[in-house]
């Protein structure tokens, strides 16, 4: 079903504001499912909301969390999420990154304590903006094998960044270390769909090509092999090591409920040759990429016409998103706007 963009933001914030969170911060999370949900991926976002709801009221997630400042210095802060969403801790972070980049050109800021982010691309949304160019981490509970291992032992680790380019779609990557996401992995087993045997392997520690069977006991393996576990473990360093918080098996198994970390690097554009140059400049890099290879697709590309569209004709919720929502809203006694 097509829905408005509008009606979806305020039903969401209802539903936010209806299991605890004040004004500010219903409307920092409200704003973070939205533009995820721009993206038409079917997953990653308002499909999440059900969950939130469910850790909001029944897994330890605080609605009244207040994130607090742990330290800081003339370019980085560190975070506290006080066990809150983390769609509110990272774009916390964001928000405090970018307002130091404006005065030192770079700046980075860590959040411990902090929650599952839903993805990188609204928090990349948010400097591209500013004029940024921002690179947003997340370590997660263990769904990676490392090289050559059975078991998963390691998040997959997600990772984004951002820039804007001349006349064009901005470059825009969102994407986990792992060969495919846990989100995207239910999709594909819901639908029977088969993967490449190299994506992972299943309970019994062989190659398997089902999707179900990698959700299974299974194990999804590191892009790359060694290369991808070493960036997964870059990743554990950024948000963990520098946050104070925890690293591999230290965060929660089934949701890692208040022991996620993020992390974002900020580059204010316009300390490196201004916000326009340096968009001519990554539009005149991409250009000889294409003189190479024509018709190549790149990072950014469709998500960016999807939300085009979105902001267009509106987004499409499944009818089980829908009804989850939906009870939610009978239960917290607020209108459903579908």
């Not at 066990?83 to 800021?109: D, H, M, N, P, W």
């Not at 697709?297 to 829908?322: F, W």
């Amino acid at each position: 079903m097509k829905c408005d963009l509008e009606k979806l933001y305020t039903w969401t914030n209802k539903l936010l504001l209806a299991s605890g969170l004040n004004a500010d911060h219903a409307g920092i999370v409200s704003d973070v499912f939205m533009r995820a949900s721009q993206r038409q991926m079917g997953h990653h976002d308002l499909s999440y909301l059900p969950q939130r709801l469910l850790w909001l009221h029944e897994a330890g997630v605080k609605a009244k969390a207040q994130p607090f400042r742990v330290s800081e210095g003339p370019a980085f802060e560190v975070w506290d999420g006080d066990a809150g969403l983390g769609e509110l801790a990272c774009a916390t972070i964001c928000k405090q990154a970018i307002e130091r980049a404006k005065t030192s050109g770079v700046a980075f800021a860590s959040v411990r304590h902090s929650n599952h982010f839903l993805a990188a691309s609204p928090y990349t949304d948010m400097g591209l903006e500013a004029g940024c160019l921002l690179l947003v981490w997340s370590n997660t509970d263990a769904g990676m094998s490392g090289p050559g291992t059975g078991k998963n032992i390691i998040g997959n680790n997600p990772v984004g960044f951002a820039i804007e380019v001349a006349q064009a779609a901005p470059l825009s990557v969102d994407t986990c270390l792992a060969y495919s996401s846990l989100g995207n992995l239910r999709d594909l087993a819901l639908n029977a769909s088969e993967v490449p045997s190299y994506w992972g392997n299943d309970k019994s520690g062989k190659p398997s090509s089902k999707a179900s069977e990698l959700l299974d006991g299974g194990a999804v393996h590191p892009i790359g092999g060694h290369k991808g576990f070493g960036l997964a473990l870059l990743h554990e360093v950024l948000t963990g090591i520098l946050s104070g918080g925890t690293t591999l098996d230290q965060v929660a198994s089934g949701g890692g409920i208040n022991t996620h970390n993020q992390s974002v690097l900020v580059f204010d554009l316009e300390f490196f040759g201004g916000r326009q140059e340096v968009a001519q400049r990554t539009a005149d890099m991409l250009s000889r990429l294409l003189q190479v290879e024509e018709g190549l697709r790149l990072p950014g590309q469709h998500s960016h016409q999807a939300r085009l569209q979105s902001l267009k004709e509106g987004i499409e919720l499944s009818p089980s998103t829908l009804e989850q929502l939906r009870w939610w809203s009978h239960k917290l006694d607020v209108q459903a706007a579908y």
